[in-house]
């Protein structure tokens, strides 16, 4: 069982009698409904849709994914076993390609499968399930252990602006960048934070603003192109993102709009923050231009829910991430302490610490 913030109870995913739900994030905030999976296709829907978001959490649930298929697999042989497994962590790989937590977390469950040498199906499942579990935990260890060092950065009565949604429901829980608001609110400091929509899927207005009134932490929604508006009339004191994958060489892919709104801050003289756990540091990616970055449907921009609000004979270019380059990031901040103006070799130095 996994030990949270009394005052938070938002879960992104759980295991709840023997099966997986998870939060539909497409209905929030209007409804709050958990949807159950079964098996790795579904899960691998279920990310590839967005109903479950957020690079660390997606990294969890395609865990949770691999798991199910070895549950739904036990009674097999050890032949049928291997061949259907490969098949499951093909499908979960194609869910998603830039985020790199869902790449990390596959990786650790293959090897954990390769390892268990000796074992029935059965056997396999059950060790497979115990590691989803422990990921889901450690996850949220990292996210608290994010937020205690990131938390020294701010300064009481901050005005603080996030992009997109990097909280609880991002990750196992209290989040990466709303982690770190939601401890510097802990040990006292009076923060307030500002959030832009975040287009095409509004991640900020939908999900970042619910999370901050779930807390009574102050909250203001801007439009996306407000952001150097208020940044010029002094009103943001620091940026906090957080990201889907961080080259070796400190270059950052975030939410599409993530990079103009690190131009503001350099412009402005703000410092600017990502929130980066290890498992979303890719060493074998030398930099930004090397990261693959995901195109989605066209209906995302074009409509909402249903409503069309542009013709649809229109071309329409809708990349979900962009690339802020290492020389607008001020720090990265990570379970293991914080890197300023971090480079290839402090980055290194993480994973060898």
Known sequence: MIKRNTKQTVEAIRWKNERLEILD??????????????????????????????????GCASAYGVAL???RLRTTTTSEFASAMDKAFKVLAK???????????????????????GLTSSEIADTLLYAAHQMLAEDYRVNRSMGTFGAK??????????YCNAGALATAGHGTALGIIRSAV????????????????????RLTVWEMLQEKIPVTLITDNMTGYL???GEIDAVIVGTDRVAANGDVANKIGTYMVAVLAKRHNIPFYVACPLSSIDLTTPNGAAIPIEERNA???????????????????????????VDLVTALITEKGIVKRPNSDSILRLFNS
């Open 95 to 117: 869910s998603r390609p830039t985020a790199i937590n869902l790449f990390w977390a596959l990786k650790r469950m293959h090897a954990i499968w390769q390892s268990a040498t």
């Open 186 to 205: 802990e040990i006292g400091k009076k923060v307030s934070v500002t959030v832009s929509e975040t287009r095409p899927f509004l991640q900020g207005a």
């Open 153 to 162: 950065l701010i300064s009481s009565n901050a005005k603080i602006f996030t």
């Open 231 to 233: 940044m010029n009339r």
């Open 69 to 71: 298929e070895a549950l």
């Open 299 to 325: 209906d995302e921009i074009a409509s909402f829910h249903g409503y069309q609000w542009t013709t649809k004979e229109v071309n329409i270019c809708n990349p979900a991430f962009d690339v802020t380059p």
């Open 25 to 58: 994030q497409r209905l929030l905030p209007s409804r709050f409904e958990y949807l159950t999976y079964n098996s790795a296709i579904e899960v691998a829907e279920g990310i590839r849709s967005m109903v479950v978001r957020g690079a660390p959490i997606i």
